[in-house]
C-alpha cells in the first residue's frame, strides 16, 4: 500500500444482529433519509411566511401518508431501476433474483421515477398541488442520499476510479483491486447530500421558493443532475454497460434529462401562479 494512502476503515455492513436478524447500515440508512425528511417537511409545513398567503399546501397530519406512498415508490422504482437501468441482462436470465433486495441492487434514477409517481398519486388523493407536494420532498431528500451514499462506503461498494491523490483508499472488495481509489462515495455524500441540502435550504428560508411551486423541485433536479454528474468523472464506471463511452458514464447520461427537466420546471415556476391551498386538507 502507497505510504500516502488512507487505510480504508473497514466497517461491518451488518449494524445489528438480533439471533438470525441482520439490520444492515444500508437498510438503516433509508430508513433514516425517510425518517428525517417526514421532520423536515412537516418542519416545512409548520412555517407559514414560506408559503403564499402563509396557505400550506396541506395540512401536517397527512406527511405519514406521504411518507407511506414514498416509501412505497422508492423502493419499487429504485429496486426496478437497477434492474432495468444497470442489470438488464442479468435479471432477463435470473428473474427470481428481483425480489432478492437483500443482495442490494438500488438505483437513484429509478427510485427518483418511484418517487415522482407517489407524489403524484398522494397528491391526488388529497387534493393537494402535486408540485408543492413534490417541492417538500426535494427539500428533505438530500438528508436520505447523504445517508445512502455512507451506507455505500460503509459497504465498499460504488468506489471511485483508480487514482494517486493522497486521500486514496484500497477498498477491500475483491473486484475493486488492490489499488488506491477515489473514495468518490463520499464525494457523493458531500455534493448530492450535504451541499444539495445547504443549496434547496437557502432556497427555500432565504428566497422563499415554495411560494413558487414547481421552483425547489427543478433546483434540486439541477442540482442533483450536476453533482452526480460531476461525481461520475472520479467513479469507476459500470463496466461492460451500453452507456460507458469514453469519458460519459451510465449515470451521467441519466443525469442530463434530470438537469433539463429541472431547467424547464424552474423556467415553469417562474410564471405559475399558485391559488392559495385549503389547510384542512
Not at 91 to 112: E, Y
Amino acid at each position: 500500500m502507497d505510504v500516502l494512502t488512507i487505510p480504508y476503515p473497514a466497517i461491518d455492513p451488518v449494524a445489528l444482529r438480533i439471533g438470525p436478524l441482520a439490520v444492515k447500515w444500508y437498510g438503516l440508512a433509508y430508513v433514516a433519509g425517510l425518517l428525517l425528511g417526514r421532520f423536515y417537511v412537516k418542519a416545512l409545513l409548520a412555517q407559514g411566511r414560506l408559503w403564499p398567503s402563509e396557505k400550506r399546501p396541506f395540512a401536517p397530519e397527512r406527511v405519514d401518508d406521504l411518507l407511506l406512498f414514498m416509501t412505497v415508490g422508492v423502493l419499487l422504482g429504485g429496486r426496478l431501476g437497477y434492474v432495468l437501468f444497470y442489470q438488464p441482462r442479468f435479471f432477463a436470465t435470473h428473474p427470481l433474483q428481483i425480489i432478492a433486495v437483500w443482495n442490494g441492487g438500488m438505483a437513484f434514477h429509478g427510485a427518483l421515477l418511484g418517487s415522482i409517481a407517489a407524489m403524484v398519486l398522494f397528491a391526488r388523493r388529497i387534493g393537494a398541488d402535486p408540485w408543492s407536494v413534490m417541492d417538500l420532498s426535494a427539500a428533505a431528500t438530500p438528508m436520505g442520499l447523504f445517508f445512502g451514499r455512507l451506507a455505500n462506503f460503509i459497504n465498499a461498494e460504488l468506489w471511485g476510479r483508480a487514482t494517486t491523490v493522497p486521500w486514496a483508499m484500497v477498498f477491500p472488495a475483491p473486484d475493486a483491486g488492490d489499488i488506491p481509489r477515489h473514495p468518490s462515495q463520499l464525494y457523493e455524500a458531500f455534493t448530492e447530500g450535504i451541499l444539495l441540502f445547504a443549496v434547496l435550504r437557502w432556497l427555500t428560508h432565504r428566497k422563499f421558493a415554495l411560494r413558487r411551486p414547481g421552483l425547489t423541485a427543478g433546483a434540486f433536479l439541477v442540482g442533483y443532475g450536476l453533482a452526480r454528474s460531476f461525481c461520475e468523472l472520479f467513479r469507476e464506471p459500470d463496466a461492460g454497460h451500453l452507456f460507458t463511452i469514453g469519458p460519459f458514464t451510465a449515470g451521467i447520461l441519466y443525469s442530463l434529462p434530470m438537469v433539463l427537466a429541472g431547467l424547464i420546471m424552474i423556467r415553469a415556476a417562474g410564471r405559475r401562479v399558485r391559488e392559495p391551498a385549503d389547510v384542512q386538507r
